[in-house]
C-alpha cells in the first residue's frame, strides 16, 4: 500500500502520538536471547531425532538378518545399510522440516505432536522406496527389512518426541525459554491481561505502546488528520523496529477496532506478525478458525467433530476392533450367561434407552447386573452398595464385564468404541438444563469406554461438580480426537486403575 493510501485510510486515527510503556509482567530481555535458546533446542531435537533414526534404522536391519533369519555366518556386510540408514534419516529431516513439524511443539498437545512425527515417518519411507526403485537397488533389499526400519524408526520417533515435548513445554510454561517476544498496542489493562495469560505459553511482553487517542491538548497546534496520521504511523513503526520482537498484536477496543486494520498495514513496514484481537473475543477467538464459506471468508466457531474421512476412518476400526474383540470374548459370553441365569432370576440380557449421536435414542445392550429393569423416567442411578446389584451383578460392574455386549451396539453403528459414555435419558433431562454444553456430548456416537471413564470421572454423579467434570473430559475428547488418541484410551481400559474408580 502506498503512504498516501496508508495516510488517508489512517486518518481514523486522532491526532496524539501514542505514548509508551513497558508492561509490568513482561520482563525487557535482550534481543533474541530466549529465541535463539529455543531455537537451539529444536535444532539439537532435530539432530537427535535425525541420530535415533540412523541408529534405529542401521540396527533393525542388522538384527533381523542375524536374529531372525540366523543368518549369523553369512549375514550381510555391516557397511550395507549405513548409506540406506542415513537416507532415510535425511528423509524424515526434511519432511519435519518442510512441515514445520518441529515448531509445532510450541502449540499442539502431545499427541498430535507424536501423530505429525508418525506421518511424517510414513512420507519419509514412501520417498525411501521410491528412490530405491528409481535408482534400481530395490533387489537387494527384502520387503521385511524395510517393515522392521519402519517400525524401529517409528519408534524411535515416538519416544524421541515424547521425550522432547516432556522437556521443552514445562520450561516454557515456567518462563525459562522465551518461545516469542511480543509488542502489544491498546489500552494497557488490556495489554497487562493479555500479557499475563499469554505468559505460560513462553510468550513474553517486551514493550506496550497506547492505542492512539483523540488529541484533546489544545496548546498544541494540530495538523491535518492524514498528515498526523501519516506521522503517528510512522513514529509507531520507529519505536517498534528496535525492539526486534516476533509479533506485534493490537487489542482494539469496539470503537478502535475499524481503525485497527490500517494501523496493521502500517505496521507491515516491519519484518513481523502482526495480529488483531479485538478486546474481550479473546475466548471466541480462541476456538474459531478462519475459514473459506464459498466465495467468502468467515470466522468458524464451532465445527463438526469429524470430517467424513475421519468419521469413515473411526467407523472402519470399530467394526474391525468389535468383530475381533467378539470372537475373542465368545466363550466368556457364554460363561457369563450360564452365570447370570445360576445367580438370580430374570434374562441375561438387559436394554436400556440412552441416547446416542445427535441426541437419537438407541437401545443399549448389557449383561443384566441387577434384579430390575429400569428405564426412561422410572430410572435412578447406582449407588454404592445399592441392594438392588446382585452378587454376580457387583463382580460384572467392578470388572466392566458387563459393558461387552455393547460390543454388538457398535457393530450396529449406534455406538462406538470409544466416545462419551451414553447416559440413560432421565439422567440427560436433567443435567442438560444444568450445564450448558451438556448436549455438545452427543456430536459423536458414544462410547463402550471413553476419557472421562480412563480419567476416573465415571460410576455415581450425585453432584453437579462431577458430573461436569466428567462433561469437560468428554468435550476434550471431541475437540481433540485423533486415532492414536483413541487407541491410548483403550489401552488405558485395560491397564489404568482410575477405570475401576466408582465401578459399583
Not at 513439524?101 to 508418525?118: D, E, K, V
Not at 477496532?257 to 513496514?269: G, I, K, N, Q, W
Request: positive net charge; charged residues 15%; aromatic residues 8%.
Amino acid at each position: 500500500m502506498a503512504g498516501w493510501q496508508i495516510a488517508m485510510s489512517y486518518a481514523s486515527f486522532t491526532n496524539l502520538p501514542a505514548s509508551t510503556r513497558s508492561v509490568g509482567v513482561g520482563r525487557t530481555l535482550p534481543a533474541r536471547v530466549g529465541k535463539n535458546r529455543l531455537a537451539a533446542l529444536l535444532a539439537l531435537a532435530a539432530s537427535t531425532e535425525f541420530l535415533l533414526i540412523t541408529v534405529a534404522a542401521y540396527f533393525a536391519a542388522i538384527l533381523y538378518h542375524r536374529l531372525i533369519l540366523g543368518q549369523v555366518l553369512v549375514s550381510p556386510d555391516p557397511a550395507k545399510y549405513i548409506q540406506e540408514s542415513l537416507l532415510i534419516a535425511t528423509l524424515e529431516l526434511l519432511v519435519s522440516i518442510a512441515l514445520g513439524q518441529y515448531s509445532r511443539i510450541l502449540t499442539q498437545p502431545r499427541h498430535m505432536f507424536l501423530w505429525s512425527g508418525a506421518s511424517s515417518v510414513f512420507l519419509a519411507f514412501s520417498f525411501f522406496l521410491s528412490t530405491i526403485f528409481v535408482l534400481k537397488i530395490s533387489e537387494e533389499y527384502s520387503r521385511a527389512t524395510v517393515i522392521a526400519q519402519a517400525v524401529s524408526v517409528l519408534l524411535a520417533v515416538l519416544g524421541t518426541r515424547a521425550i522432547w515435548f516432556s522437556l521443552l513445554q514445562p520450561a516454557i510454561a515456567a518462563g525459562l525459554i522465551d518461545a516469542r517476544r511480543i509488542v502489544l498496542i491498546g489500552d494497557q489493562g488490556h495489554c497487562l491481561q493479555f500479557s499475563v495469560r499469554a505468559m505460560g505459553t513462553g510468550i513474553r511482553t517486551i514493550h506496550s505502546f497506547d492505542f492512539p487517542t483523540v488529541r484533546t491538548d489544545a496548546s498544541v497546534p494540530a495538523l491535518p488528520d492524514a498528515a498526523q496520521a501519516l506521522l503517528d504511523a510512522r513514529q509507531l513503526v520507529a519505536n517498534c523496529r528496535p525492539l526486534r520482537a516476533d509479533d506485534i498484536v493490537i487489542l482494539p477496543s469496539e470503537a478502535d477496532v475499524p481503525s485497527a486494520l490500517a494501523l496493521a498495514s502500517a505496521l507491515s513496514d516491519l519484518p513481523v506478525d502482526v495480529h488483531v484481537l479485538p478486546v474481550g473475543s479473546i475466548d471466541l477467538m480462541a476456538v474459531s478458525r478462519i475459514t473459506q464459506f464459498g466465495d467468502m471468508v468467515t470466522m468458524r466457531i464451532f465445527q463438526c467433530p469429524l470430517d467424513p474421512f475421519n468419521r469413515a476412518i473411526k467407523r472402519a476400526f470399530d467394526v474391525a476392533a468389535a468383530i475381533a474383540g467378539l470372537i475373542m470374548v465368545s466363550p466368556l459370553f457364554v460363561i457369563v450367561a450360564l452365570a447370570i441365569k445360576l445367580d438370580s432370576r430374570g434374562p441375561v440380557f438387559f436394554r436400556q434407552t440412552r441416547h446416542g449421536y445427535n441426541n437419537e435414542p438407541i437401545r443399549v445392550l448389557k449383561f443384566r447386573s441387577m434384579t430390575v429393569m429400569e428405564d426412561g423416567d422410572n430410572f435412578s442411578p447406582v449407588t454404592r452398595h445399592d441392594p438392588r446389584v446382585t452378587r454376580l451383578g457387583r463382580l460384572l460392574r467392578q470388572t466392566n464385564v458387563d459393558e461387552l455386549p455393547q460390543l454388538f451396539n457398535v457393530l450396529a453403528g449406534d455406538m462406538s468404541l470409544v466416545g462419551p459414555r451414553p447416559h440413560a435419558t432421565a439422567q440427560n433431562e436433567v443435567f442438560v438444563e444444568l450445564i450448558s454444553s451438556f448436549s455438545r456430548r452427543h456430536n459423536v456416537k458414544p462410547g463402550i469406554t471413553g476419557w472421562a471413564q480412563v480419567n476416573g470421572y465415571r460410576g455415581e454423579t450425585d453432584t453437579l461438580e462431577k458430573m461436569q467434570r466428567r462433561v469437560e473430559h468428554d468435550l476434550y475428547y471431541i475437540d481433540n480426537w485423533s486415532l492414536l488418541l483413541d487407541l491410548k484410551i483403550i489401552l488405558m481400559t485395560f491397564f489404568s486403575r482410575k477405570v475401576y474408580w466408582n465401578a459399583y
